[in-house]
């Protein structure tokens, strides 16, 4: 019994002298120690300036042919050779293909004779294309013509006579008879020489005919190209529209767009393009020369389209993000990147008030690798720290020399 109350006397004694050492380290102790430090940090302040953004809008397409064709022939023939093949380049003007032209030579010379043919009824040279042709001047109307002044004159005589006397009524009637004659006689003239007019023009047009059929003979390039597909080998008949090989523009390229039906508004000619294609460093510049009048229904995008300078190494089809600058200098509030704090995906800055640093939730929109875009909680002309490391909100700072603000780019 003795034994049990000693112990309990001993652990009391404990206790109370762990209580005595506990608060005398209370009273030791700074009052208010759990509220975080207190002691000033130096820190470097700059002010958040306005400049000069350029405002893009990313969107993506592919890289088309400028121009393609699929190239026929206008006469139907046996194809006799053909000058190139896949991957070809060529320049406007340039032999593609050749049918067999024997046939269509033999039209030129029979078109030719017929030619010929209708000048001669026309008394003029077998080389006379001059095509100019007066009928009064023709062999047939001059012919006509005397025989219908004979008859004129003759007329006229025998009516003098009879109203004297001396010819019988039935003599002047078949003057009159004769002189109808001849003027019909006249007219019939006229009217075979403009037929033979007629005629001639038509073999004229006949000739010409057969002439650009035997050019059409001949497949030539339209625009300066590149052989995407040969359709056709030598040896082959071909019917006229007979398909023989597709070509493409290569340089420039059509870069064609799609921009969202929220960015539309935003675009129009004349605005610059930078695009990049994956798997190359390079980027390429041009500006929007066509946009399409209306919004695409099935995709609710709008087509826009640019031409691109070809090195060689673009090739239609090809996939490309670009960028379509919408304003060149937008007027806008920013701060340098490394007074920029991000914890957690929340973006945050330090300022100075009453002494403390006190932290600003803000948004950025355009990064750069020196300054950052602020769109809110923040005043141009506010300091911002820099370099804030570890520094919590309500520590005491103390400022430094003030940084000298990036300028502002245009």
């Known amino acids: 019994m003795a034994r049990t109350f000693g112990n309990v006397l001993s652990t009391g004694l404990l206790a109370g002298a762990l209580l005595a050492t506990s608060a005398c380290r209370d009273h030791s102790s700074p009052k208010g120690s759990s509220g975080g430090p207190k002691e000033a940090r130096s820190a470097s302040v700059t002010p958040a300036i306005s400049r000069n953004v350029e405002r893009t809008i ?208 935003l675009v129009s000619a004349g605005l610059s393009v930078r695009a990049w294609v994956e798997g190359m460093d390079e980027k390429r510049v041009g500006n929007i020369l066509r946009v399409s009048p209306a919004i695409d229904p099935q995709r609710r995008v709008l087509f826009v389209e640019s031409d691109i300078a070809n090195d060689g190494r673009l090739h239609p089809g090809m996939f490309a993000r670009a960028e379509i600058v919408v304003k060149n200098a937008d007027p806008t509030l920013t701060v340098p990147t490394n007074a920029i704090v991000t914890f957690a995906g929340i973006e945050k800055v330090f300022v100075i008030a009453d002494g403390k640093a006190a932290e600003r939730v803000i948004t950025t929109g355009v990064r750069q690798e020196d300054w950052a875009e602020v769109l809110e909680n923040l005043k141009v002309g506010e300091s911002v720290i820099v370099n804030p490391g570890k520094l919590q909100n309500g520590q005491p700072v103390e400022t430094a020399r003030p940084e000298k603000p990036a300028q502002p780019t245009s």
């Not at 393609?68 to 593609?96: H, I, M």
């Not at 009928?135 to 025998?158: C, G, H, K, M, Y």
């Open 58 to 265: 990313t969107v993506f397409g592919s890289f088309m042919a400028r121009e393609q064709a699929t190239l026929s022939t206008k006469v139907a023939g046996r194809l006799s050779s053909v000058s190139v093949d896949l991957g070809s380049a060529v320049s406007a003007g340039d032999e593609l293909a050749r049918i067999e032209p024997h046939d269509y030579e033999l039209r030129v010379r029979q078109a030719l004779a017929a030619l010929s043919q209708a000048r001669a009824r026309l008394g003029l040279a077998p080389d006379d294309d001059s095509g100019k042709v007066d009928p009064e001047q023709t062999s047939l109307v001059r012919q006509a013509q005397a025989v219908l002044r004979e008859a004129s004159a003759n007329r006229d005589r025998i009516a003098r006579l009879q109203t004297q006397g001396v010819i019988s009524q039935a003599e002047l009637d078949s003057a009159e008879a004769a002189f109808t004659i001849a003027d019909n006689r006249y007219q019939v003239a006229l009217e075979e020489i403009r037929q033979s007019i007629a005629m001639l023009e038509q073999r004229q047009v006949e000739h010409d005919i057969a002439e650009q059929q035997l050019t059409d003979t001949v497949l030539r390039a339209p625009f300066e190209a590149s052989v995407q597909e040969r359709r056709s080998s030598p040896g082959e008949y071909l019917r006229a529209g007979d398909p023989v090989m597709t070509l493409v523009q290569m340089n420039p390229l059509r870069l064609r767009l799609e921009v969202s039906e929220r960015d539309a508004p």
